[in-house]
Nanobody
Framework: VQLQASGGGLVQPGDSLRLSCAVS????????MGWFRQAPGKEREFVAAHRWADPRTYYADSVKGRFTISRDHAKNTLVLQMNSVKPEDTAVYYC????????????????WGQGTQVTVSS
């Protein structure tokens, strides 16, 4: 499995941004796809996850109601729609394949995409 994240950039507070993760290779129905982020000087943290074979989604409390994770079946792409962004959303965002055992734990995810930088600043 190979993952390629894209879509990051510099936006102002309150703006929207759409991240994409192109997925190549086999993803099994028991797997999940997730987004994590890592801000400077902080540990990598869970943002959102989507079960590959069904519509169930999961979010960190900090992004619930503002971010939406979805899967584009036709393009085999994982999408993170980020609305009403805040300066504290500034981070490198990573997509990753998870085995579906511990949705919120980094150790359950492998492989990882290369990351895309999101900067929220006025």
């Amino acid at each position: 499995v190979q993952l390629q994240a894209s879509g990051g950039g510099l936006v102002q507070p309150g703006d929207s941004l759409r991240l994409s993760c192109a997925v190549s290779g086999r993803i099994y129905s028991s797997h999940v796809m997730g987004w994590f982020r890592q801000a400077p000087g902080k540990e990598r943290e869970f943002v959102a996850a989507h079960r590959w074979a069904d519509p169930r989604t999961y979010y960190a409390d900090s992004v619930k109601g503002r971010f939406t994770i979805s899967r584009d079946h036709a393009k085999n792409t994982l999408v993170l729609q980020m609305n009403s962004v805040k300066p504290e959303d500034t981070a490198v965002y990573y997509c990753a394949r998870g085995y579906g055992r511990s949705l919120y734990q980094i150790r359950d995810y492998d492989p990882w995409g290369q990351g895309t930088q999101v900067t929220v600043s006025s």
